[in-house]
Nanobody
Framework: QVQVEESGGGVVQEGGSLRLSCTFSVVSMFDRAMGWFRQAPGKEREGVSC????????YYADSVKGRFTISRDNDKNTLYLQMDNMKPEDTAMYYC?????????????????????WGQGTQVTVSS
């Protein structure tokens, strides 16, 4: 069973930055397309960003485009999400998960993950 560990969350002021990390326990999973998700209180979980390792292509939700950057470190088996110019609406619990061989459309990232065993997530709070 693949296990992930998300970290790096915290409380920041509007306009601030955080870098989230996601470490996978199974090295072979790192060849899969990997995504970041978030769930705000009272809202459904949504896809935020995705990276396809075979092409290096990255994808972002419109709400974070230009402010967030997804990347990975193969040597550390870790996926990152650099979040800059943060806004109060970024406040949520953030999760990572593999999403297939190639990244789907951001709007379709949650498809096929209904039975997924999510990690504990990392809380991000942006104060205004």
């Amino acid at each position: 069973q693949v296990q992930v560990e998300e970290s790096g969350g915290g409380v920041v002021q509007e306009g601030g930055s955080l870098r989230l990390s996601c470490t996978f326990s199974v090295v072979s999973m790192f060849d899969r397309a990997m995504g970041w998700f978030r769930q705000a209180p009272g809202k459904e979980r949504e896809g935020v960003s995705c990276l396809t390792p075979s092409t290096g292509n990255t994808y972002y939700a419109d709400s974070v485009k230009g402010r967030f950057t997804i990347s990975r470190d193969n040597d550390k088996n870790t996926l990152y999400l650099q979040m800059d110019n943060m806004k109060p609406e970024d406040t949520a619990m953030y999760y990572c998960a593999p999403v297939g061989v190639l990244c789907p459309r951001i709007s379709n990232m949650m498809r096929g993950l209904s039975g997924h065993n999510w990690g504990q997530g990392t809380q991000v709070t942006v104060s205004s």
